[in-house]
């Protein structure tokens, strides 16, 4: 019995807390002295889908048609381009309007997603854009996505290019 | 006298601080953060003030210096404070970096805390 029990141990201590395998998620259970299964639902925490899922419409909307972009925005959202202020939706729709090129696109490498304490979300982006047959250049960009009668819009957008960062 | 805003004078001064910090003794930033912060270093996420100061002690260099390039600051609408920087580290004798780092700062108890922070060196971006 005593040997029975140092096995099990070793084993709860051997798989501590639980692994991955085919799908599911193991853990050994002591009292009975075997492993339990449960499907591995490893689903995206809500902050990371709203944000992704905010990154992915926003450049892509930006690369077809950024005049629709103002419904991302409100009167209360700021904007801050390449160190320039821009505020309320009219001000952001009437900057990213003149931006000067004609083609525009997007690639993110690199994404972040936080949950804020007032139930916001906060997004940090770095990627790389091709604007007209300019060389390609990289950007980072940072959203706070605020919950706005059920919709999510962006009440904070800074911009700049990666014009700064000499190294790698 | 065109004064900064009060939202770019609590960015900019704990920025200020933060990289003073990092750079000298990064034990003490233990103070900027709390139980509720989050970090995502380099895509890897810690919760909490004990989880985020273990992983800021135990990064494997012996000296740093950040230089900051470009810095941004918004007021957020739960009266936040948010912070973008842009600049270059240098790691032991390792090559100059580009880094980017975002700072989400809330007011509580009179204190400017970060409860969000994010932070990512700049290998991704070749262009420029």
């Not at chain 1, 449960?38 to 950024?66: C, L, N």
């Not at chain 1, 997603?113 to 091709?130: A, E, F, N, R």
Request: aromatic share 12%; hydrophobic share 35%.
């Amino acid at each position: 019995m005593q040997g029975t029990n140092l096995f099990k141990s070793h084993l709860k201590e051997t798989f501590n807390g639980s692994f991955h395998r085919f799908g599911y998620t193991w853990s050994f259970q002591t009292c009975t002295g075997s492993f339990i299964r449960r499907k591995t639902m490893a689903e995206k925490p809500i902050w990371e889908q709203i944000g992704s899922g905010f990154v992915q419409h926003y450049y892509q909307q930006f690369d077809t048609d950024r005049v629709k972009l103002a419904d991302l925005y409100t009167d209360a959202s700021c904007l801050t381009w390449e160190g320039e202020g821009f505020q309320g939706k009219n001000a952001i729709m009437t900057k990213l309007s003149s931006l000067p090129f004609q083609t525009i696109q997007h690639s993110i490498t690199a994404q972040d997603h936080h949950p804020t304490p007032d139930s916001c979300v906060m997004s940090m982006v770095m990627g790389q854009l091709k604007a007209d047959q300019d060389q390609v250049m990289g950007f980072q960009q940072v959203f706070l996505l605020k919950n706005v009668d059920n919709k999510w819009v962006c009440t904070n957008d800074m911009f700049r290019l990666a014009l700064h960062n000499f190294g790698a | 006298m065109a004064e900064k805003p009060m939202w770019e004078q609590i960015g900019s001064g704990f920025v200020q601080h933060y990289y003073q910090q990092f750079d000298t003794d990064r034990v003490k930033l233990s103070e900027l953060y709390t139980d509720a912060s989050c970090l995502t270093w380099e895509g890897e996420g810690f919760q909490g003030k004990s989880a985020i100061m273990t992983k800021l002690s135990s990064l494997p260099f012996q000296t740093i210096q950040h230089i900051i390039t470009a810095q941004d600051h918004h007021p957020t609408p739960d009266s936040c404070v948010m912070s973008m920087v842009m600049g270059q580290l240098k790691a032991d004798q390792d090559q100059v970096m580009g880094f980017q780092q975002v700072f989400l700062l809330k007011n509580v108890d009179n204190k400017w805390v970060c409860t969000n922070d994010m932070f990512r060196l700049a290998l991704h971006n070749f262009g420029a």
